[in-house]
């Protein structure tokens, strides 16, 4: 017998892990098993998030850092896409520009923060900085990868049936390369909020790795502990989204 | 030179190709008439493909010329539509989308109609992925004729299909070919299938024309008749003429020791029981007698 899961027990069971480990925790932190100064419990945790937000604190940090999150995957990921379309498209393009990525990209771009600082301070400038940098890449290899892996007795055959210019790149070459591109784009969110955790723990007054700095300095496990909680949710959440604009972009290939 | 005969469409004049300095056509000279059906038959590597994409104008020919319609070619052929191999279809587009490629205006009456033309007028809303491959073959065609070509170009379209499907398809090729009258030319490795629907098959070798074949049998054909057998069989001895000549000359030179089954294997064509009959000879050979 072949066990069958049905579609109630697909979406739960994906949770049983982290449920399981949750419950565990709070037992054996209620137990004193994990003494509250290594680990709160999850509880504790979930108090901590009910004050801060009751101040208005969390909604701060948050929107804070998921703008600094957005505009520097904007300014990345448009410039890598742009960069990787005409270096796809044009062979000139192509000569001038991609070694030169080639070499920037193998830079970690962390790396850069004491230079970033350095250059634009510590305010909002040096963060969206260092996330367009680090979404950029990702982005920009696999939008070129994608145009340059486009089948090419695709374009051909739209070539023989009359299309050209704009036309043939958005009937052939861009839907082509849209499942490579969407690859890129998962990618660089991951590198995002990475990203943006490093440089707000370096280096900020605002924001969610601030907030976890800040509140190292008085031994506020709870409100650490919650901010890496809420990078997990933040990082699902891309995901998911990201998952979703796959689904409903690339139907045919299901 | 060639004065332009009143009813042909397509006239090649020494039409010569080369790729990286290896001739793949060499000197081809070619008449269609207008509503001509013309089969292109030759072994893979012949170069008739190549001779089908320069009527396309997907590629340049380097010598000769070649005139449609009176006018030279010289860039795409826009009175042509060609019919790939493997299908084509975009597969982020659905079926309906596929087949008004390259359209304006109001578009999906026409190509509604076309699908229609090739029996799949319900799969319009389905992603290509969801056909059989016979049906993209169907999807393609439709795709070609909704342009309403004068030319009807065929790159091997069935050669990928099983059996039935080709039969099925090379009955609906025709049946549209005699509705629309258009000018068509077959790419094929399939010599019956060339007989069973051009009236004139050509065959290349090396570049070259070395038969030009009027098939006068009434239409629609039956495979079963004699005569149609008869055609079948002059052209497929006509292509494999050489082999056998090389064949028996690689035979005729080589001691009959062992290294011959390998040496043999490679000069003697795909019709692997020749293969087979040379291998079973020598082993009947060293049979201690």
């Given at each position: 017998m072949k066990p069958s899961i049905n579609g109630a027990a697909k979406v739960f069971i994906p949770w049983a892990v982290p449920v399981l480990l949750l419950l565990c925790w709070q037992i054996f932190a209620s137990m004193g098993v994990i003494p509250p100064r290594i680990l709160p419990a999850p509880l504790d945790v979930l108090k901590a998030a009910v004050e801060l937000t009751q101040t208005g604190e969390l909604l701060d940090h948050l929107s804070i850092s998921l703008g600094r999150a957005l505009t520097g995957f904007l300014i990345g990921g448009t410039i890598g896409f742009l960069l990787g379309l005409f270096n796809g498209i044009s062979k000139v393009s192509e000569l001038f520009f991609d070694t030169s990525i080639q070499m920037l990209r193998?830079?970690?771009?962390?790396?850069l923060i004491p230079l970033v600082i350095l250059w634009f301070g510590i305010d909002e400038t040096s963060k969206i900085f260092i996330v367009a940098l680090g979404v950029l890449f990702p982005v920009y290899i696999n939008t070129y990868h994608g145009i340059k892996s486009v089948d090419k007795n695709l374009i051909e055959m739209g070539q023989a049936y009359g299309l050209k210019g704009g036309a043939l790149f958005w009937t052939i070459i861009f839907p082509g390369a849209l499942s490579s591109i969407l690859v890129g784009i998962r990618f660089s969110l991951g590198v995002m909020w990475m990203t943006l955790i490093v440089a707000e723990t370096i280096s900020a007054h605002s924001g969610i790795g601030y907030m976890a700095m800040n509140a190292r300095e008085f031994m506020q496990m709870d409100v650490i502990v919650l901010s890496i909680v809420l990078y997990a949710l933040f990082g699902k959440l891309s995901d998911v989204i990201a998952r979703m604009v796959e689904g409903k972009w690339l139907q045919w290939n299901s | 030179m060639l004065s332009h005969i009143p009813d042909s469409h397509i006239v090649l004049d020494a039409v010569q190709k080369t790729y990286n300095n290896r001739p793949v056509l060499n000197g081809i000279n070619l008449t269609i008439k207008f509503g001509e059906f013309v089969a292109v038959v030759g072994k893979s590597g012949c170069g008739k493909s190549t001779l089908l994409r320069l009527v396309a104008g997907l590629e340049k020919y380097d010598g000769g010329s070649i005139c449609v319609g009176g006018m030279a070619l010289n860039?795409?052929?826009?009175h042509a539509r060609i019919m790939f191999q493997d299908g084509r279809l975009l597969p982020w587009k659905r079926v309906i989308d596929n087949v008004g490629l390259g359209l304006h205006g109001n578009w999906k009456m026409e190509a509604l109609q076309a699908l229609r033309n090739v029996g799949l007028e319900e799969r319009g809303q389905d992603w290509p992925a969801k056909l059989s491959g016979g049906q993209k073959q169907r999807v393609a065609l439709a795709r070609a004729l909704v342009h309403k070509p004068d030319i009807l170009l065929l790159d091997e379209p069935l050669g990928a299909l099983d059996a039935l499907t080709r039969i099925e398809m090379q009955d609906l090729i025709e049946t549209i070919w005699k509705e629309k009258k258009f000018t068509s030319i077959l790419v094929t490795h399939d010599v019956e299938e060339a007989v069973a629907i051009a009236d004139r098959v050509i065959l290349i070798e090396d570049g070259k024309i070395v038969l030009n074949k009027l098939i006068n049998l009434p239409r629609p054909r039956q495979r079963s008749n004699s005569a149609f057998a008869n055609h079948v069989e002059e052209i497929l001895d006509r292509i494999m003429l050489r082999g056998k000549e090389k064949e028996l000359l690689v035979v005729n030179r080589q001691p009959e020791t062992l290294p011959l089954v390998r040496k043999a294997k490679k000069v003697v064509?795909?019709?692997s029981y020749k293969e087979e009959s040379v291998r079973n000879g020598i082993k009947d050979h060293q049979k201690p007698q």
């Open positions: 193998n830079i970690p771009h962390l790396a | 860039r795409l052929n826009k064509p795909e019709s």
